[in-house]
């Protein structure tokens, strides 16, 4: 890791706690290197991130980190965000932990439009509890709750963001981690709720069940299987399927939610002063 | 440039191993990684990059460092 | 300057927290503690902080566990079925050790049960809704005024003890109008948490001062410590061994056990030379007091006391009080919770005697005087 990131990370607490090979730790990475390049006050960066193998990476960022509960990441962020709206609040989530048990939080987070980053480090398993089936689990991929086949249709992170109004939404993975942290730096910058969609490999919980390879050839598949926002826009939904689409998804312009809020404070002391 | 590898951070993934274009970087017989003939490393920066436990660091000098 | 105003119990509970510097609230409406969020929702941004309805009961723990670790005061409101859903993060603050209020106007359950009918029907949750171990804070105020005293009281706790205090009102006292006389907010004694003396790099977020209790820095103040619900050892961090286990958990126990004395709040009534007392809480005591004193008036020798603090519960108080009368009756909005405290700290020295009332009504001081006449008789 380079020299210029690793200040940003608790070194100490190092090897972290993720199976040989896991592309969690390339996210974080990426996570790290965004930061860094955007040159972010360490002092005013808080990471809150919620539970399962992906949040565990708020406990090595060097900065105020906050690990709360399954699935209520986002939360604890937005009572950090509209409290004290001068930090930059920045959410680690995984499949599960956003979609599933949380998917409640994210879905009005981005509908309130409130100016959060949310990374999900997305390796489509429940990897803590020793792969069972998440929202993004492929459907007829075996997990240790689906050992006839997994027989439900996933999300797709990305469609349920912009359906529900965040208005940046980007995917990357960790084989295109140069990528990945560029959507994160222009997640970041983005005046509003921003979600990243982070392709991660779990060779643990779901290569072995799958067949996947060693963690370089889960990598491989991440090759392989992305295509970028701009080569998709000449394929045809049949040469596309069993894709990914990587790159910038959506932007757009919303009001953010503690900006609206300062009008309602404008407008109650207004009011208060007749 | 020199290559620092903090070796008791490697689990053997095999990740650099497999992206490493001059194979320059094998496992031991205990999983971790070193380097083979560092003299053919092209500072490509992949090990860096792809390594998920940040144990590759390229820094100013020439050689390998392993800590 | 005080002020005399005819408000109810909620709005009393709002009034207050606002007078102690309470500036977040996050919640979810249900009945019957809606009041509290519509009053905050007006006021808060008048002064500067904010107001936020989640998306669920879950969230507005979540948000005011988050707005308090970014350094203000923050509590939320609910009632029955939310108080159940906040379960999970009242034991995250617990063990995260977070200053926040979660004020429950209980109703009669379980489940949607009469979501208008007072009840005194949460009073094992508040000690034991969440799971694992931990001391708990409950207050229940007995009068609007009460209430708005008893609220001070839990921001104080809450900022002192780092941990999430309940206050148990009921749909009696959160909807019930009274004329009362409002203190001068210059008055209060508020309590702030303990910020830490030391350079960022020198802070321990878990390390505890002779009174159990860390200093608590805000994020964005530059100190970069970690927060988690895992078992974790000074720093913060994430720590399994045995003795670093056992010393947390007995910690979270023993930072509020160390200071029952302060925590405890009573009033005991026409107790010096009673033969027979009655223990009452919440919207039970007026009903109880009424009780009393017309069993005084008829020449019975009969005595009264309030449980303001239920959690931790007033052993001390109990005890000595189940030494010097024969019987002991405790009426309660519920099947019978807190009467099994009592028996344990009586522990044979008196005659204990349950006075349940599950019909969603509240208890009339005939009610309570009939039993009281058979006792006493």
């Given at each position: 890791m380079e020299q210029s990131v690793e200040k940003l990370l608790r070194t100490k607490h190092l090897a972290h706690i993720w199976c040989p090979g896991c592309g969690n730790g390339t996210v974080l990475a990426a996570t790290v290197r965004a930061?860094?390049?955007?040159?972010?006050?360490?002092?005013?960066?808080?990471?809150?991130?919620?539970i399962g193998c992906s949040s565990r990476a708020s406990g090595y960022m060097n900065f105020d980190t906050l690990h709360t509960a399954h699935g209520r990441a986002l939360t604890f962020a937005t009572g950090i965000k509209l409290a004290r709206p001068e930090l930059t609040v920045i959410v680690l989530t995984g499949d599960g932990d956003a979609t599933a048990i949380g998917g409640n939080h994210f879905i009005h987070a981005a509908r309130r439009n409130i100016d959060l980053t949310t990374i999900v480090f997305n390796n489509g398993i429940y990897g803590m509890t020793g792969g069972q089936y998440s929202p993004l689990t492929p459907t007829g991929?075996?997990?240790?709750?689906?050992?006839?086949?997994?027989?439900?249709?996933?999300?797709?992170?990305?469609?349920?963001?912009?359906?529900?109004?965040?208005?940046?939404?980007?995917?990357?993975s960790a084989y295109h981690t140069k990528m990945l942290a560029d959507v994160i730096i222009k997640g970041i910058e983005h005046t509003g709720f921003s979600v990243i969609d982070a392709v991660t490999q779990c060779p643990t919980s779901f290569g072995r069940k799958n067949k996947m390879g060693a963690p370089a050839a889960m990598l491989e598949w991440?090759?392989?299987n992305a295509v970028t926002v701009e080569a998709a826009a000449k394929l045809t939904p049949e040469q596309l399927a069993g894709k990914f689409i990587i790159g910038e998804l959506h932007r757009s312009e919303a009001p953010e939610y503690v900006a609206e809020y300062d009008k309602v404070i404008a407008r109650a002391q207004k009011g208060a002063k007749k | 440039m020199a290559l620092e590898i903090k070796k008791e951070w490697c689990k053997g993934c095999g990740i650099c191993v497999h992206f490493c274009p001059k194979k320059v970087l094998v496992l031991d017989e205990l999983g971790k990684i070193f380097t083979r003939d560092i003299d053919k490393c092209v500072e490509c920066g992949l090990c860096e990059l792809r390594c998920p436990d940040f144990c590759f660091t390229l820094r100013k000098g020439k050689g390998e460092k392993v800590s | 300057m005080s002020r005399v105003v005819l408000m109810q119990g909620n709005q009393a509970c709002a009034e207050a927290a606002?007078?102690?510097?309470?500036?977040?609230?996050?919640?979810?409406?249900?009945?019957?503690s809606t009041e509290v969020a519509e009053i905050f929702a007006a006021r808060l941004p008048r002064l500067g902080g904010k107001f936020i309805q989640m998306e669920d009961e879950i969230a507005g723990m979540g948000a005011v566990c988050g707005a308090s670790l970014a350094g203000v005061k923050a509590l939320t409101a609910t009632s029955g079925p939310g108080f159940s859903l906040k379960q999970e993060l009242i034991g995250y603050a617990a063990m995260a050790e977070i200053p926040v209020v979660v004020v429950n106007v209980q109703r009669l359950g379980p489940s949607t049960g009469k979501p208008t009918a007072p009840a005194q029907g949460d009073v094992m949750q508040a000690r034991w809704g969440t799971h694992g171990d931990r001391a708990a804070i409950a207050l229940s105020p007995t009068s609007v005024r009460e209430t708005y005293d008893v609220t001070v009281h839990a921001i104080n706790f809450s900022e002192k003890f780092r941990l999430p205090v309940i206050i148990l009102l009921d749909e009696i006292i959160g909807h019930m109008r009274e004329k009362i006389a409002l203190p001068d907010p210059s008055t209060l004694r508020i309590i702030e948490r303990k910020k830490p003396a030391v350079p960022?790099?020198?802070?321990?977020?878990?390390k505890p001062d002779d009174d159990g209790v860390a200093p608590l820095a805000a994020f964005g103040d530059g100190y970069h410590y970690h927060v988690t619900g895992l078992v974790h050892d000074e720093?913060?961090?994430p720590a399994g061994s045995a003795s670093i286990t056992a010393d947390l958990i007995t910690r979270l126990h023993t930072k509020v056990y160390n200071a029952k004395s302060e925590i405890t709040l009573f009033d005991e009534y026409f107790m010096e030379d009673a033969e027979t007392a009655v223990v009452a809480y919440g919207g039970t005591f007026r009903s109880a007091m009424a009780a009393v004193k017309e069993a005084r008036a008829k020449g019975n020798k009969v005595g009264l006391i309030k449980l303001i603090t239920i959690w931790p519960f007033a052993d001390e108080v109990v005890a000595r009080a189940a030494a010097k009368v024969g019987t002991m009756i405790v009426p309660e909005l519920n099947y019978g919770q807190l009467v099994?405290?009592?028996?344990?700290?009586?522990?044979?020295?008196?005659?204990?005697?349950?006075?349940?009332?599950?019909?969603?009504?509240?208890?009339?001081?005939?009610?309570?005087?009939?039993?009281?006449?058979k006792e006493v008789g």
């Open positions: 930061i860094e390049h955007l040159g972010l006050d360490q002092d005013k960066t808080v990471i809150v991130s919620g991929s075996y997990a240790s709750t689906a050992p006839y086949g997994h027989i439900e249709r996933p999300f797709d992170i990305a469609k349920l963001a912009i359906a529900a109004g965040a208005t940046y939404v980007a995917r990357g991440q090759r392989d | - | 606002l007078a102690a510097g309470v500036r977040f609230f996050a919640g979810y409406p249900i009945t019957p960022s790099g020198e802070y321990l977020a878990y720093t913060g961090f099994g405290e009592v028996h344990r700290a009586a522990n044979g020295r008196a005659h204990i005697v349950s006075l349940p009332k599950v019909d969603g009504g509240v208890f009339t001081p005939q009610e309570i005087l009939s039993v009281l006449d």
